[in-house]
C-alpha cells in the first residue's frame, strides 16, 4: 500500500510513511471488508461513512505536517484508523465519533493496537 498508492503520490514526510507502515489497516475495517483493507478504494462503514482510501488519508496527512509535539483531535473518527495512523505521528489524538458502536470497536481497536 505504501509502495503502491501513498509514496507514488508525493508524499515524502517520514512520519507519515512510518505510520502508515506501523498501522495494520485491516485492523479497522468492517469484518466483513477486511480483504478490501489495502484497495486503493474507501471503505465503506454505513451509509455515508467511509474509511479514506490509503492515498487520500496520506495526502492529508502530509499536508498536516503534524509534529511529535502536538495534540490532534480526529473529528468522525469511525472505527479508528485515521487515530490510530495520527497516533503515530503526534504526541496525542483525542478521537471523537458519535457513533457509540463504532466508538466502542474503535476505542477497543486502538487499545489492542497501542494507541489508546
Known amino acids: 500500500m505504501v509502495d503502491t498508492q501513498v509514496r507514488p503520490s508525493d508524499v515524502t514526510k517520514y ?20 480483504a478490501a483493507a489495502y484497495a486503493d478504494t ?14 487520500t488519508l496520506a495526502k492529508i496527512l502530509d499536508a498536516l505536517d503534524i509534529q511529535h509535539d ?4 480526529d473529528i468522525g473518527a469511525g472505527l479508528g484508523y485515521s487515530s ?23 476505542q477497543a481497536t486502538l487499545s489492542e493496537h497501542g494507541a489508546d
Open 15 to 34: 512520519t507519515v510513511i512510518e505510520a502508515f507502515l506501523e498501522v495494520p489497516r485491516e485492523a479497522f475495517v468492517p469484518t466483513g471488508q477486511r
Open 70 to 73: 502536538e495534540l490532534v483531535l
Open 42 to 55: 474507501c471503505v465503506t462503514l454505513d451509509e455515508g461513512r467511509v474509511v479514506l482510501d490509503p492515498r
Open 84 to 106: 490510530a495512523v495520527i497516533a503515530r505521528m503526534a504526541e496525542a489524538v483525542i478521537a471523537v465519533e458519535a457513533d457509540e458502536a463504532f466508538a466502542a470497536e474503535a
